[in-house]
């Protein structure tokens, strides 16, 4: 009988070894054989998730954000251990001490599961194996991937850090909202960073990982209060919590930004504008996109916030102007459903909806609205963000309206999607009406620069951002007209010429292939021998055509591609009056090198690049071609008085005595020429302007000592802006606005005079040398190159033949002879000359 009971166990015993032994080797080979096909753990080590990159004010104030996925990378040392245990008791109480995979966790959750009724369960899988779904197994099937984790998280915590393991998950993990990561969530759902987390909050996004879209704020407010009870619980449970604090923040409610008791992180950035897009679009190029938008840039924009308001005003100021001039109402071209216009709720949700500009501040920000009545004296609307109870009222009356033609009833129907902005007395700031506005359609754009360094201080591409994204500072190709013409004098100057040359104004013919060319000047006048002082200040192009063919067209077009403003100009006459096509944001940066002596400067957005890890990857003052050299910053004994020497490594694109003497020529242009009604500044100014053929662009570019600023203004598809537009007239203005508090915060001062120059007072209207005590306003004292003899009185013609009658320029549009002083004292006679007759001629101007 023994026998038998031995025999018996025995035989149970076995086949339970047996049993037990084959059920391993088969585990065994199944690990084995998935283990052979599982990718490598060892790139984790390395592993750089997709994170934010932010952009910078000068302050240091963040002013926007490009991301692919919104993730703020930050490193285990940097979570507070608040936010660790938050998550490690919700999802892996066992983190520290299992090796990967927990079989207790795994049974835990079992039970757990079963007393809830599947109410509270805490996942089965470890964070470390969650990293490795996350991370290495995404698309795989369950049960493969199941035994895959498993195989990884063994092999991974062998590799790598408990903190390293816990740092990848918390910085992965999707929480909702399109955030990435527990940094990210807190700003998302708090607006808050870590470390001002309470533990109740802490608790809320350790809630999420499991399934954020069943635990949202708001639809599913009270299944995510329970959640974070539990996780408030665990954390009680597991000593990371005393009893106190867990009775005080489990009595906390559930607040978030999605149910209004935090304001959005959002909201705190400014808007969205040309400056920072312009920054996304060149740094995509320079680093490609996927890398900009992933690689967690810091970039430190040159912007000056003030600055760029100003020139935002200034530009608009000057567009809106213009269109309210041709009287005519274009609204916003978009409607609401009659439908929805039956309450109040229904066209506030159909008016948000709305895509229009919500990014325009003119005196007053402007209002999205819907006219929900067409009276005969007034409309009865609804503004965004504005009660109908609101003490203003909700009505824009008729005589608001008298700018543009026609009546209410012709222009508005219920439904049109409008603007409006507040008008508020000019004394007391009381409010006086709602007014109408509207995005005109002619655009423009602005940009302003230091000279020295090219640091781009603000830039407006456009009336509106929000409106319409194209950035005509930077992207839109137009004709510079007259603006080009310094270029051609800066040739002509480096030539040998001097701004005492005479050049004749008389007419010009061409024959080209698509017939003869007859240019003309703005006034349809031609005015003879004229020196080059008064020919660029008056905007002269028969002047400008023929200096052209005594200089040479390419000797032109390689001076222009020099500075930047092509990249390969056309070897035409045409294109010395402007008519190739280049860019504010490169004719700017050329003018700049005018402005700071004939140095070479690189225009930039960006004062430094650094990649998530704080290391500089960009620098633009360490930049080829940028560097600026402390001479003397290292040393520690600078005498009393005595500051560090800055020396620039800048190429020199031209002559210092060719800098001045062109800088002087166009401070006559802003003194008496043709910039000389609009832009008044209290310091040195000097600049151009420009308006092309039926003036379908109109351009001013100009500088003080420090700052370099330029405007144009035209429709995009070019078409003629009307009788009386021009370059001084209507760009002028915007440059002038801006660059008074340009002065007032940069300051400015007398142009650097070079030490090689020799002053000789000329007249600007014959170009005769005048004694060193001349005066009266034709006296101009001009720069010659030291050593130099200038030779007074030699005519230069161009080649071109020279015939009929011409109209000489006189001071003050007179036509008298006059007596001026030469330069042996004596008296002389300048009597009037005979003219060329009034042959018409096309060009631009």
């Known amino acids: 009988m023994l026998r038998f009971i031995f025999s018996f166990f025995g035989g149970i015993f076995a086949v339970v070894t047996m049993g037990a032994m084959m059920v391993a080797l088969t585990v065994g080979a199944v690990f084995w054989m998935y283990g052979r096909d599982v990718r490598s753990h060892e790139h984790l080590a390395q592993y750089t998730p997709p994170t934010i990159s932010r952009i910078y004010s000068v302050e240091g104030r963040v002013i926007d954000e490009f991301a692919q996925e919104r993730r703020l990378f930050t490193p285990a040392n940097e979570i507070p251990d608040l936010v660790k245990h938050a998550f490690i008791s919700a999802e892996d109480k066992n983190f520290y001490t299992h090796s990967g995979y927990d079989i207790r966790g795994i049974a835990a959750a079992a039970v757990q599961a079963v007393q809830s009724r599947g109410r509270d369960v805490r996942g089965a899988s470890t964070i470390t194996q969650q990293v490795m779904k996350n991370f290495l197994l995404k698309g795989e099937r369950p049960a493969e991937r199941k035994i895959k984790e498993i195989i990884l998280a063994n092999r991974v915590e062998e590799a790598m850090s408990k903190d390293k393991i816990l740092e ?4 992965e993990i999707f929480l909702g909202q399109n955030s990435y990561g527990v940094t990210a969530a807190a700003q998302v759902y708090f607006n808050k960073t870590l470390n001002e987390l309470a533990p109740h909050e802490a608790a809320f996004l350790a809630s999420l990982p499991k399934a954020p879209s069943n635990y949202h704020p708001v639809r599913e407010k009270e299944r995510l209060l329970a959640r ?31 149910n209004g008791d935090f304001e959005p992180y959002q909201r705190g950035l400014p808007p969205r504008d040309y400056f920072t897009d312009e920054i996304r679009r060149q740094l995509t190029k320079d ?10 840039y810091s970039v430190r924009a040159t912007i000056d916030r003030e600055m760029q308001v100003e020139a935002a005003t200034s530009l608009r100021r000057a567009l809106e102007q213009y269109d309210r001039g041709l009287g005519r109402w274009t609204g916003t071209g978009k409607t609401i459903p009659a439908e929805a216009l039956a309450s109040e709720e229904a066209w506030r949700a159909a008016l948000a909806d709305v895509r229009v500009a919500r990014d325009v501040d003119l005196v007053h920000p402007w209002h999205p609205a819907v006219v929900l009545e067409v009276r005969e004296n007034e409309l009865v609307i609804g503004i965004e963000d504005v009660a109908l109870d609101d003490p203003r009222g909700n009505r824009v009356p008729r005589s608001d309206t008298n700018w543009f033609t026609g009546n209410l009833f012709e222009n508005f129907d219920e439904g049109d999607v409008i603007h409006v902005r507040q008008m508020t007395d000019d004394s007391s700031g009381a409010f006086l009406r709602w007014s109408l506005r509207q995005v005109p359609k002619v655009q423009g754009g602005f940009m302003a620069m230091d000279v020295n360094t090219g640091r781009v201080i603000a830039m407006q591409g456009g009336f509106s951002y929000q409106h319409s994204v194209f950035n005509r500072a930077t992207q839109a190709q137009r004709q510079p007209g007259s ?22 104004d008389a007419p010009i013919e061409i024959d080209t292939p698509q ?44 001076y222009a591609e020099k500075f930047g403003v092509y990249d390969n100009m056309g070897r035409n006459l045409a294109n010395a009056l402007g008519a190739d096509e280049t860019t504010l944001f490169n004719m700017v940066a050329a003018y700049a090198m005018f402005a700071n002596g004939g140095e070479r400067v690189e225009p930039t957005l960006v004062d430094r690049v ?30 009393p008085g005595r500051g560090p020497r800055i020396v620039n490594e800048r190429e020199r694109v031209m002559d210092a005595i060719t800098a001045y003497q062109l800088t002087s020529m166009m401070r006559g242009v802003v003194e008496r020429g043709t910039a000389s009604k609009t832009v008044n500044l209290s310091v040195p100014t000097a600049g151009k302007t420009g308006t092309t053929n039926d003036a379908k662009d109109v351009w001013f570019v100009g ?19 009307g009788r009386g537009a021009s370059g001084g007239g209507m760009c002028g203005p915007v440059f002038n606005r801006f660059m008074q508090k340009a002065v007032a915060k940069y300051g400015a001062g007398e142009f650097d005079v070079p030490a090689a120059c020799d002053f000789i007072k000329i007249d600007r209207f014959s170009g005769a040398r005048l004694s060193a005590d001349a005066s009266g306003p034709n006296v101009v004292s001009e720069c010659f190159r030291e050593g130099e003899d200038p030779l007074f009185g030699i005519q230069f013609d161009g080649g071109f033949a020279v015939s009929g009658s011409f109209d000489l320029i006189r001071p003050e549009g007179g036509n008298a002879a006059r007596e001026v002083t030469t330069s042996t004292g004596r008296k002389a006679v300048v009597g009037p000359k005979a003219g060329f007759g009034t042959l018409s001629s096309g060009g631009l101007y």
């Not at 009870?229 to 489990?250: K, P, R």
């Not at 003879?528 to 008064?534: D, E, F, H, Q, S």
């Open 168 to 171: 990848l998950y918390l910085n």
């Open 287 to 296: 680093f490609g996109e996927d890398q900009f938008f992933s690689g967690g």
């Open 610 to 639: 650094q990649d998530r890890y704080g290391a500089t990857i960009y620098s633009h003052d360490a930049a080829e071609g940028n560097r600026r050299v402390c001479v003397d910053c290292d040393e520690p004994d600078l005498a």
């Open 703 to 721: 500088f003080t000592s420090s700052i370099v600023a330029g405007c144009y203004i035209g429709y995009d598809t070019p078409r003629p802006l």
């Open 483 to 504: 603006s080009f013409k310094p270029f051609v004098y800066a040739s002509a100057l480096d030539s040998g010429y001097t701004p005492a040359t005479i050049v004749v």
């Open 515 to 558: 017939g003869v060319w007859r240019p003309k000047n703005a006034s349809n006048r031609f005015y003879g021998p004229t020196p080059l002082r008064t020919g660029i200040e008056r905007s002269r192009n028969l002047m400008t055509i023929r200096l052209a063919q005594e200089v040479g067209i390419d000797v032109v077009a390689r």
């Open 228 to 258: 974070r009870d539990f996780v408030l619980e665990e954390m009680y449970e597991n000593g990371y919590i005393d009893e106190a604090t867990y009775e005080a923040e489990v009595a906390q409610p559930l607040r978030s930004v999605q």
